[in-house]
Nanobody, 118 residues
Framework: QVQLVESGGGLVQPGGSLRLSCAAS????????MGWYRQAPGKERELVAT???????NYADSAKGRFTISRDNAKNTVYLQMNRLKPEDTSVYYC????????????WGQGTQVTVAS
């Protein structure tokens, strides 16, 4: 019912930047919140940043000051601008959307690889 398409991942050097995008489509009545999570090998999936329908944002401590989450309501798209990337940011990044179709549910994107290395 809801499809999420992620893009923008890749390989960058430490200190570089990337911009991730996640576009939602389908039988969407409303989107309540959108966010980004990441999961590295051998580690649990962790929250990176979220943005609510009212525009409120929340960041993990590791992301504060370096990452910015934003959204384009007209395009049902959420972005994650990542600056001053560090090797420890290397992970698969997943988009999550809490949306209402025939009910309120949680949907995940397919993930996009971000690798920060020389």
């Amino acid at each position: 019912q809801v499809q999420l398409v992620e893009s923008g991942g890749g390989l960058v050097q430490p200190g570089g930047s990337l911009r991730l995008s996640c576009a939602a489509s389908g039988n969407i009545v409303s989107i309540n919140a959108m966010g980004w999570y990441r999961q590295a090998p051998g580690k649990e999936r962790e929250l990176v940043a979220t943005i609510t329908s009212g525009g409120g944002t929340n960041y993990a401590d590791s992301a504060k000051g370096r990452f910015t989450i934003s959204r384009d309501n007209a395009k049902n798209t959420v972005y994650l601008q990542m600056n001053r990337l560090k090797p420890e940011d290397t992970s698969v990044y997943y988009c999550k959307v809490i949306a209402t179709t025939t009910y309120m549910g949680q949907y995940w994107g397919q993930g996009t690889q971000v690798t920060v290395a020389s």
